[in-house]
Every structure is written in C-alpha cells, then in structure tokens.
C-alpha cells in the first residue's frame, strides 16, 4: 500500500480506517497521512459520525455492578491533562483555559458572535447551545436555531453569560437528567431536563427553591420537546437554597410533595 | 427526529454534535475531563449500553466484552480531557475508542481458525442490527439506512464493524477483489452518513 498526500489509495482506504478494518501496520500510515491531510482527516470525522450510530443501535442493558466497578475504579484513576493551548489562544487562560477556548471556538464557528463566545465558560456555552437546540424548529438551521434562542431568550442568555456563571448537573430518582446554570450574583438559574418519565396526566413536575427562608414553588415544569424540557428561569435565589425536583398534583400543590426527586445544593 | 424525506439542511459545521443529548454529553465531558464525578456519572448512563453494545457484537464472548467495556469507560474518564469538540461528536469519540478497543482484542486474542469456523455458522451479519434487545427510533433509522446500500456494500459494513474483520478479510469472505471492498466501504459509509443525516 502506498500513501501519499494526494494518493487515490489513501482516500479510498478512509471506509475501511473508519471501521477499524486494517491491520496496525496500514493504520499507522494512514495515520501518518492524516497528519497532512486535511480534507482526509475531516472525512474520517463525518464517517465517524456514521459509525457511531451503527455501534450506538447495538446497546444493550449495562450488567449489574459494571457500573460500580468503572466509578470505583475512576476514583482511583489520575485523569491526564489537557494538551497545552497554543501561545494566539491563551490570552484569557485560566484554568480550565483548553475547554474554554473549544467551547468559544465552536460557538463562534458556528456564528454565535465572538463577544458572547469570550464571555462564556465551557460548561455555559455548550448549555446556551442546548437551550439552542431546544429551542430551534426540528429542520432548521443552527444559525436559525441560535438566532431563535437569542430573540427568545434574553432572560436565560443573561443568567448563562454571567461573569460567575457555572454549571451543575444531577441525575433525576427513577430517571432522567437535570443541568442547571446557575449566576451567584444574578440569584439566577437555568434549569434543563431531559429524560424525566411522562407522567399521568393527574400528575405533573414541579421545581422549588427551599432553604433556610422557606419553600417557594418554581413552576409545573412545561412540556418537553425531545424529550428535553427547559430552560425554566429561577429568580430569587438565596443562601442555602436548595432545587428540588417533585411529582406533584397537575393543578399545583401548596408544599412539595415527596419523594423529591432531585435535590441539588445550589 | 425529523420525518423521512425531508430536506436535511446544510449543516453549519462538520460533526457538529447538533442535538440536545449530544450538547449536553459534550458539556459533560468538559465536566469529566475537570474530574467531576456526577458529570462522568450521567455519561456513564447515555454512553454505557452503546459501548457494551459495540464491544459485544466484536468480540461476543460477554465476560471479555465487559472487561473491554469497563476499559473503554475508564479510558473516558482518564482521557476526557482529550476531547475535541470541534472534530465530531462526543457520541462518535467514545465509540471510536470503544471499536477500535474491540477489534483489537479480537486480533490480538482470538485465534483466526476459530473466528472463520464461527464466521461459517453465522447468519449473514446484517441480521446484527436485527438481532437487537429492544426496538429504538435509532435503530430503525439504521436499518432502513443499511437497506439502501448495494448487497456488497452491506455485507462489507457489517463483516467489519459488527464483526471487526479487516478489509482483506472481508475481500476473501465475499470473494471480491480487495480494491473493490475499499472502495465499497467508503461509498457505504458516505451513504450511510448522508441517510443518517449526521455530519456533513
């Protein structure tokens, strides 16, 4: 086998890398290759992409204690650095500077302008881009998702492109995922959810702040779509606040009613 | 998901991980690679069942898939830092990793005779996707998708990635000149990536 920038054979052997279908020996050149070739290494992405979704269609139930024995193991794991950002990027660096600068440069590639993009963390930005999302019509374009988002959204964008503003995710009892972004200083959060059970129609969720100065009722939580619910605004956080997850009577309840099924420490 | 047929429009980036569930795994990678165990936790539960799936369809024997899915999972958490947001999607990293994992255990363990002797007795491979636990949107979508490719570009396909055999393998297999399997899977996967609507 012969590579070579231009070399038909490396672009035909592309299929076959994506898949893992070459020995080790033909993997190291072509990995040689795309070292030079951009255009080669962006199509192994997009195959990529492709492929992932063939793996993704085999899932199978986890085996109990496999993930107890990952989550231990990780605890006990040293995770390894970032790679170093190059000298043009670390302008603003302070830790976690790499996954700061990635996030801004995807925002920005994808036409989010630059002023928001140096304003958000990592976390914060690809949550304003989830929010994005949800907002977007199903066949329209990220730009058109993003211009949706900004127009809509001024209350959330505020609260995510907060000087302070940091990201903070737990898993819902009986399923489901909650991130929220919260701004100490704004006494602000936004929160998303995605996963959570449909309920019967007698009951709906509800989210509340409760702390040291007592229990105050969010909202019912609005209907999803893609099965992603959100962003929902809570204002007038205080200290020792916490955010509470309920299923609740769908015409509202007084208190929360148990079990709560996400308690996160704001 | 967006109805069949209709017009997918340009993407605005390659790879763009452009759904909710693929931003959110993105951000919480970026959370993984800072050491946060809830966030790796949360990935745990959307990447765990694929990673499992894919390690399982190579290799088969489940006591070696687990071992293999528990380093491909360990493997997330120590290198999450790694992660490059602006080539693919998290989804596409991880089972890059989880894959290539497999296959090279596969090669390195397993002998050949006993793989071809196994290979003699199994269903055409395409029948992998239908052998599936449970019926998903996804799933569906990967199959119809599999059902618009030629018969060699299929069965290419599915012998390497379901089966992890190289495409000298799979040329032998099908009795067709190595060149044309190259070639054959490349097109597939293009088509496959243009029915999926993922990427560019």
């Known amino acids: ?266 | 998901m967006e109805p069949k047929g209709q017009q997918r429009p340009a993407p605005a980036t390659q790879a763009t991980p452009a759904t909710p569930a693929g931003v959110q795994l993105a951000a919480q990678l970026g959370l993984v690679a800072r050491g946060d165990a809830v966030a790796f936790d949360a990935v745990f539960e959307q990447i765990g069942p694929s990673v499992l799936g894919v390690v399982k369809r190579v290799i088969r024997d489940p006591a070696q898939s687990e071992e293999v899915t528990q380093e491909v999972l360990l493997e997330v958490w120590r290198t999450a830092a790694k992660f490059d947001v602006g080539r693919g999607s998290a989804m596409a990293w991880v089972m890059t990793m989880a894959h290539r994992r497999a296959v090279d255990r596969v090669r390195s363990v397993q002998k050949e005779s006993e793989r071809e002797r196994r290979m003699a007795t199994a269903d055409i491979p395409y029948d992998e996707v239908a052998e599936a636990v449970e019926s998903s949107l996804e799933r569906e979508r990967v199959r119809r998708c599999l059902n618009l490719l030629t018969n060699v570009q299929r069965e290419s396909v599915t012998l390497a990635y379901y089966r992890g055999y190289t495409y000298g393998q799979v040329a032998s297999l099908l009795g067709v000149p190595t060149g044309t399997v190259k070639t054959r899977m490349r097109d597939a996967l293009i088509r496959m990536r243009d029915c999926l609507g993922v990427a560019e």
């Open chain 1, 1 to 266: 086998m012969r590579l070579n920038n231009t070399g038909g054979d490396a672009h035909t052997l592309a299929g076959a890398y994506a898949m893992d279908a070459i020995t080790v020996a033909d993997r190291n050149r072509f990995e040689r290759h795309l070292t030079v070739c951009e255009e080669c290494a962006q199509e192994i992405a997009s195959l990529r992409e492709a492929t992932a979704m063939l793996g993704a269609a085999a899932a199978e139930p986890l085996p109990a204690g496999l993930k107890e024995r990952v989550m231990a193991a990780a605890a006990m794991t040293r995770q390894q650095p970032p790679a170093e950002e190059p000298a043009a990027r670390t302008r603003r660096a302070t830790a976690p500077a790499r996954t700061k600068a990635d996030a801004g440069s995807w925002l920005r590639s994808l036409g989010w302008p630059g002023r928001m993009s140096l304003a958000l963390g990592a976390a914060a930005a690809a949550a304003v881009l989830a929010v994005a999302v949800v907002f977007g019509v199903s066949n329209g374009g990220m730009q058109q998702q993003l211009d949706q988002a900004q127009a809509s959204s001024q209350q959330v964008a505020v609260v995510l492109t907060a000087e302070d503003a940091h990201m903070m995710t737990g898993s819902v009892a009986g399923g489901g995922f909650a991130t929220i972004v919260m701004s100490g200083s704004r006494h602000e959060l936004v929160f998303t959810v995605k996963g959570l059970h449909a309920l019967p129609a007698s009951l709906g969720y509800e989210l509340w702040l409760m702390g040291p100065s007592g229990t105050r009722l969010i909202g019912m939580l609005p209907a999803g779509s893609n099965g992603m619910i959100g962003p929902v605004v809570a204002s007038g956080l205080r200290p020792g606040d916490h955010l509470v997850l309920t299923a609740g009577p769908a015409g509202g309840s007084v208190r929360p009613t148990t079990p709560m099924m996400l308690d996160v420490a704001l």
